[in-house]
Structures are given as C-alpha cells and as structure tokens.
C-alpha cells in the first residue's frame, strides 16, 4: 500500500521560507510523478508544483512566481518543495500527491498524504 507522509510545515513570518518534504512508501516511486497542492479554509484545493519521474521536468501553478521550487531524491523515496518569500496568503494545508504523469489537476493524482499545516503570519 502506498503512503505518503508530508513533513516541513509549521509557522513563519512574512517574508521567510520552509522547505516541506513528503516521503513515500512505495518501490514504484522513481516510476511516478509527484506534485505539491495546497489548500485553504473554505476553498479548493489548489496545485502548486509537479516533477516527473525523473525530475526532469517541472510545471508551476501561476500563482507560484518563481517563489517555489520543486525537486526529487528518488534513492530516498522522497519530494521536497522549497518556498520562498511567504506571504499570509500561503497559509493553507500543503499535501503531496502521487500521478501517473506530470499533473496540475487534482484529479489526476492517486495517492495522497494526510497534509502539512503552513502559517505565514504578517
């Protein structure tokens, strides 16, 4: 069975960065993309980030402006999203997710961790 455990959240101050990380149980990991969503108190789920298998290729929600930056340690099973320059709007619950391909739809992710709270304060 194929869990994901997302790590790296917690509370900083406007203007500062986190890393987040999410580790997979799954020995078919370095086969699969993975990507990054995040999601706030009364809205949708929203993508941030995903990397393909290989880490090759990378594709950013609009939103993201180069404050973002996703990457891959596939002997370590793991995904890690580096944020930059965080504002109160970033606060939300980040979660990784798993796909077949390199994904900004949340619909095409199969597997998914339990989230990781951020919170920006001002």
């Known amino acids: 069975q194929v869990q994901l455990v997302e790590s790296g959240g917690g509370l900083v101050q406007a203007g500062g960065s986190l890393r987040l990380s999410c580790e997979a149980s799954d020995p078919t990991f370095s086969t699969h993309a993975m990507g990054w969503f995040r999601q706030a108190p009364g809205k949708e789920r929203e993508f941030v980030a995903s990397?393909?298998?290989?880490?090759?290729?990378?594709y950013y929600g609009s939103f993201v402006k180069g404050r973002c930056t996703i990457s891959r340690d596939n002997a370590k099973n793991t995904v890690y999203l580096q944020m930059n320059s965080l504002q109160p709007e970033d606060t939300a619950v980040y979660y990784c997710?798993?796909?077949?391909?390199?994904?900004?739809?949340?619909?095409?992710?199969?597997?998914w961790g339990q989230g990781t709270q951020v919170t920006v304060s001002s």
């Open positions: 997710g798993r796909s077949t391909q390199i994904a900004g739809r949340s619909l095409d992710y199969d597997y």
């Open positions: 990397i393909s298998w290989s880490g090759g290729t990378t």
